[in-house]
Nanobody, 129 residues
Framework: QVQLVESGAGSVQTGGSLRLACAAS????????MAWFRQGSEKRREGVAC???????NYADSVQGRFTVSLDKRENTLYLQMHSLTPEDTGMYYC???????????????????????WGQGTQVTVSS
């Protein structure tokens, strides 16, 4: 079955960088799209970035230009490189995966939590001012 295991938790100061990883197993990237979500104190799970099966990406406005999502196809590992971090980036970060339907274009991905049915356990990011 699909398994997602995040790593890379850390505490940094404002302006710092972190890289999160999500080791994926039980599926092949060609048939799935994946995403990173975060959940802060407000408890709303925000989709920050997604990557389609063809490698196309989409970012939330709040992280555009600072975060980069990528997929190591050989290692089947999803990454989220984060730069210029601020306290507003603090939260639990989750990776998620969803099998792409035959009617969904390979370049499309979602940042809506309701679209995903496979989740990792989360990894904590804390940014101090």
């Amino acid at each position: 079955q699909v398994q997602l295991v995040e790593s890379g938790a850390g505490s940094v100061q404002t302006g710092g960088s972190l890289r999160l990883a999500c080791a994926a197993s039980g599926f092949t990237y060609q048939n799935y799209y994946m995403a990173w979500f975060r959940q802060g104190s407000e408890k709303r799970r925000e989709g920050v970035a997604c990557i389609a099966s063809d490698g196309s990406t989409n970012y939330a406005d709040s992280v555009q230009g600072r975060f980069t999502v990528s997929l190591d196809k050989r290692e089947n590992t999803l990454y989220l490189q984060m730069h210029s971090l601020t306290p507003e980036d603090t939260g639990m970060y989750y990776c998620a995966a969803r099998r792409r339907s035959p009617y969904t274009s390979s370049w499309w991905c979602s940042r809506s939590s309701s679209d995903f049915d496979n989740w990792g356990q989360g990894t904590q990011v804390t940014v101090s001012s």
